[in-house]
């Protein structure tokens, strides 16, 4: 149940330049709209950029397609959110870790504060991407909680909705401190709450 912290944008669902949009133009039947993060779908975008961008894709190599998503949100209206994230540059914040360190070991706030970590050319990539698919979006870091990346799905339309298919939610949790003691792991959403005031402490100078 990972926090991703990623470099990149949000891509909306709707829209003309949208995920839908995309998807149908596109023809790729078998792809899941509601949740790009699957990864047959994300396969599948990806050959597509390929042909559509081969001008971008070189230069962003790790480009990620992630989903917010809470498996104990059962609120109504949350098949799926109005966007996904594209990330040029993805960490991952383990499940049971400290909060503090991503996958590989790289301390969270080193990170942030050293900026991107993408060269100008990828940059430029990246923002070329974004006024294809997201016009107006604005590129910058984000936190993204999933409690499941391999979230069931129906396999074709015309299956019905199981009912214990739950959706995304808003990623945010309870406060916990930082230098609060305790003998079980921080969970996500204490997680995500602690990066959260990180990054409002950044963005406010």
């Known amino acids: 149940m990972p926090v991703y912290m990623l470099h990149g944008f949000r891509w909306p669902r709707a829209g003309f330049t949208g995920i839908r949009v995309y998807i149908v133009l596109h023809n790729l039947e078998e792809a899941a709209a509601e949740y790009i993060q699957q990864p047959l779908t994300t396969s599948l975008i990806m ?3 390929n042909k559509t961008n081969p001008d971008l894709l070189p230069r962003l190599p790790e480009l990620q397609f992630i989903e917010q998503y809470d498996p104990a949100d059962e609120t109504s209206g949350t098949v799926s959110q109005d966007y996904a994230y594209v990330g040029a540059r993805v960490l991952t914040i383990p499940d049971g870790g400290d909060g503090a360190t991503a996958q ?3 301390n ?4 942030v504060e050293q900026g991107s970590g993408l060269t100008e050319d990828q940059t430029a990539a990246l923002e070329t991407l974004r006024d294809r698919l997201a016009p107006g979006e604005k590129i910058g870091w984000y936190l993204v909680y999933n409690g499941d990346p391999e979230r069931w799905f129906p396999e074709s339309e015309s299956e019905s909705e199981d009912e214990d298919y739950e ?3 808003d990623g945010k949790g309870s406060v916990d401190g930082r230098g609060e003691s305790s003998t079980e792991p921080p969970s996500p959403q204490s997680v995500t709450a602690r990066l959260t005031r990180f990054f409002n402490r950044m963005s406010s100078g």
């Open 47 to 49: 050959d597509s950029f």
């Open 104 to 106: 590989g070991g790289q």
């Open 167 to 169: 959706e995304d939610g």
């Open 108 to 111: 969270i706030e080193d990170v």
